[in-house]
């Protein structure tokens, strides 16, 4: 055996590598990790630790994530904590609300808003459709929980009489921290108001404790508000009838005004009809300035004729005297043509003026300015016909008056000459006749410069007349649109109005969302939470040890089986061994699948040793040992039983051999007498005891030393046992066991619901890792009263630790 173990070696120091970061882990989850004390040990030769699985680095970890069942199981175990706390919470809780909740009432009433204004007649600003119908709607709203609605209301007697106002409701944190709070405030709070949706109905609610109250303060704010309305409309009306009435006589007495301008203006004009003066005036103007342009051609006319006359005489005409004589007009010369005259080119100009701006006007038809520019281009036109028969008139005077002329020379002496008796009716000469037009030129001029200068100021006084006269209709429109106006607000003011109460609070007879059966289930879910919650706290803190699936992860890996418990009681006079033997056929089958299990794992030729123990006494690791080492022997394997708990020594009590010699003796001669072990009834199977007591301990260090492996080896080699089951001390409890833990081939942890400790179970399993020891398997010793499945009852082991083990 110590062959082998030294041949893997190298297979245990890998372990050795993993097991510490594991161990570290391990003993974080203890904030006091028990700490093994040993005896100063004697030196012997090292000692190779047998092969070793590999544990995975989580593996010792105490929970994983867990089934929603197992956690339903782990509340369970803690039920009276939930029914605790829930019946605490909720009975407190449904006994305040049901006792210092304070009741509340609503009262409700209805105002109707029209979103169309009725008629009479006119459609005016005032009626038809609102716009804006839910702004103004919403306004509404805003105005019934305004101060100007609220605060008349609460200086109401009948409101200041109720026992809302009396006596103010207040919270918890209000009375500790002694807050008031005001009616106003109060009152706004309780006030709802709320347009309902699709209608043109509003709502308007009050809660308060007191149901009566709470009616009769919506209908004095149902009331207030009406009359709030009323009258804003009213002083708004009032408002805008004073502006219209002030506008109208105002523009009364613009039209007066206006009127005595015109009048004085015409006055001044000595006509009533401006446009005829004017159109006179420029009449007379023209002809003035016709004649003048007249004059001046004529005294052109006339000065080329002396012209003429002062010009030396061609050849073949004589000229006599000192008037002498000109040839007359020979028959290329010809009339002047229009154009050539001053007079006619300005007409003419006027006259396509005239006509181009009647062409282009933008004036109606019926416009009076249209019917001007008519009359000013018939009179130019007229005007200018008058110059042209001027002109033509004065072109045949001129030729008649040179065919008339006597002209000087001749054939005769007497022809040229002319009569003494015909001197007084000669005509005037061109110079005289020059001379007198200058005259008539000049005295024309000074008329026409004074009657120019009265037409300015003449058209000057049609201008602001004209003015006047537009600024008057525009006013008489402007007067005629208010005077309507006036009319039909006047004919409009008897409607009904768009706001109307549609009903009156009544008295509440019921609660106003009475939730006090809804925070009653609240109370009782809030109870039942918390009191899972405090229970899955504890079952979160609590490490100890239910079910296999408690055990930590490497233990359920290696899981050999669960021993049924029995429930037995000690018989006078029997001992409780005898009783269990009763009922060991309850337990034949789960043996009997472990020691297959077992088998399988020391599946290797030759002695194998397993050491049985746990993390804490009292497990019942000792009557495992038995059961299963009489199965083994039952199946043909030899068995010895070696007892090694030299402290409770329940292995030698339960065969009745606790004062012989055995494993103390063996241990400190170095070697095993044969003598020293104890066939028992079961063929195959046999025990050596614990020993004797000694003093000290010297023969417990020596296990340290090597004397184990030194009886195991013989053993091997002297003996026909296949299988050796040394049953020791909690691991946790004696050092000596971890060291025995690395002399033998493997290890069997027993475990026990409600008495083992998932931190200590996870120590131990550190422990015994880091001193080399192998885990074979682990079994669990408990009912299956909380699995799915299973097989047979389960017993006690013994009334107590001391016992069991």
Not at 579 to 597: D, G, N, Y
Not at 653 to 682: N, Q, W, Y
Request: overall charge neutral; proline content about 5%.
């Amino acid at each position: 055996m110590a062959n082998s173990n030294r041949d893997d070696m190298s297979e245990g120091s890998a372990f050795y590598d993993n097991i510490e970061h594991v161990f570290t882990k391990i003993c974080a989850d203890d904030p006091e990790p028990a700490v093994v004390t040993e005896s100063p040990l004697v030196p012997v030769e090292p000692v190779s630790p047998p092969p070793l699985e590999p544990i995975p680095e989580t593996s010792l970890t105490a929970h994983a994530a867990e089934p929603p069942m197992d956690i339903v199981q782990s509340l369970l175990r803690f039920k009276w904590t939930l029914v605790t706390t829930f019946m605490l919470v909720s009975a407190t809780l449904i006994w305040l609300i049901w006792t210092k909740t304070t009741l509340k009432y609503q009262a409700r009433g209805e105002i109707r808003i029209r979103p169309v204004i009725p008629r009479l007649v006119f459609n005016i600003d005032e009626n038809g459709a609102i716009p804006f119908y839910d702004s103004f709607v919403r306004t509404q709203v805003s105005v019934i929980r305004s101060l100007g609605i609220l605060k008349p209301v609460l200086e109401r007697p009948d409101i200041r009489k109720t026992l809302w106002y009396q006596n103010p409701d207040s919270s918890l944190i209000q009375k500790i921290r002694a807050d008031t709070i005001s009616p106003f405030e109060r009152l706004r709070e309780g006030l709802v108001v709320t347009p309902r949706r699709g209608t043109e109905v509003v709502d308007l609610d009050f809660t308060c404790p007191f149901p009566e109250d709470a009616k009769v303060i919506v209908n004095a704010i149902l009331d207030q508000y009406l009359a709030e309305v009323g009258d804003r409309a009213h002083a708004d009306k009032d408002d805008l009838d004073s502006k219209r009435i002030a506008r109208f006589e105002a523009l009364q007495n613009e039209i007066q005004l206006h009127d005595s301008r015109i009048s004085e203006l015409l006055k001044s004009m000595g006509t009533d009809d401006a446009q005829a003066l004017v159109a006179d005036r420029r009449a007379n103007s023209d002809r003035k300035k016709a004649r003048l342009d007249e004059l001046r051609q004529q005294q052109k006319h006339l000065q080329w004729t002396l012209d003429r006359q002062t010009r030396p005489v061609p050849d073949g005409v004589t000229q006599e005297g000192g008037g002498g004589a000109i040839n007359p007009p020979t028959a290329m010369e010809t009339q002047p043509r229009y154009y050539e005259d001053a007079a006619w080119v300005r007409l003419d100009g006027i006259v396509m003026t005239l006509r181009h701006d009647l062409d282009t006007t933008s004036y109606g038809p019926r416009h009076h300015a249209l019917a001007t520019l008519r009359n000013d281009l018939a009179f130019q036109e007229v005007a200018k016909l008058r110059r042209e028969e001027q002109l033509d008139a004065q072109w045949r005077d001129r030729t008649s008056s040179v065919d008339a002329a006597p002209w000087a020379g001749g054939a005769g002496g007497d022809g040229g000459a002319v009569a003494a008796g015909d001197a007084d009716i000669r005509p005037l000469s061109p110079r005289d006749q020059i001379a007198l037009l200058r005259y008539e030129e000049d005295n024309l001029a000074v008329v026409y410069a004074k009657e120019k200068e009265e037409f300015a100021k003449l058209l000057e006084t049609v201008q602001l007349l004209n003015k006047e006269t537009a600024a008057l209709a525009h006013t008489r429109d402007l007067w005629n649109a208010v005077r309507q106006r006036i009319d039909q607000k006047n004919m409009e003011r008897d409607v009904p109005g768009t706001i109307e109460i549609l009903m009156r609070a009544i008295t509440p007879s019921e609660p106003h969302q009475d939730r006090r059966i809804a925070f009653s289930c609240l109370s009782l879910i809030l109870g039942l939470g918390l009191g899972g919650s405090a229970a899955l706290i504890r079952a979160q803190k609590n490490q100890t040890i239910y079910t296999p699936k408690d055990l930590p992860a490497a233990m359920r890996e290696l899981f050999l089986g669960r021993v049924p418990l029995i429930r037995s009681k000690k018989l006078l006079g029997q001992a409780l061994w005898q009783e269990i033997e009763k009922k060991q056929s309850l337990m034949v089958e789960p043996i009997r699948v472990m020691r297959t299990i077992l088998l399988s794992r020391l599946s290797r030729h030759g002695q194998s040793a397993v050491l049985v123990s746990s993390a804490m006494p009292g497990t019942g690791k000792s009557s495992f040992t038995a059961l299963l080492g009489k199965s083994l022997a039952e199946g043909g394997k030899r068995v010895l039983l070696i007892d090694t708990d030299v402290h409770g020594k329940a292995l030698s009590r339960r065969f009745k051999l606790v004062d012989r010699a055995g494993f103390i003796e063996s241990v400190r001669d170095g070697e095993i007498d044969r003598e020293l072990i104890v066939e028992t009834e079961t063929i195959g199977l046999s025990i050596l005891p614990a020993g004797k007591p000694e003093k000290g301990k010297m023969a417990l260090e020596q296990i340290a030393n090597g004397a184990l492996q030194r009886c195991l080896d013989q053993l091997s080699s002297q003996s026909d046992f296949n299988l050796i089951l040394l049953d020791c001390p909690a691991i946790l409890m004696i050092a000596n066991t971890i060291i025995m833990a690395s002399q033998v081939d493997g290890t069997i942890m027993v475990e026990r619901e409600r008495l083992s400790h998932r931190g200590r179970v996870a120590k131990a399993l550190a422990r015994l890792a880091s001193a080399g020891g192998r885990l074979l398997g682990t079994v669990f010793v408990g009912s299956y009263k909380n699995e799915d499945s299973g097989c047979g009852s389960g017993y006690e082991y013994g009334s107590s630790a001391q016992a069991s083990t």
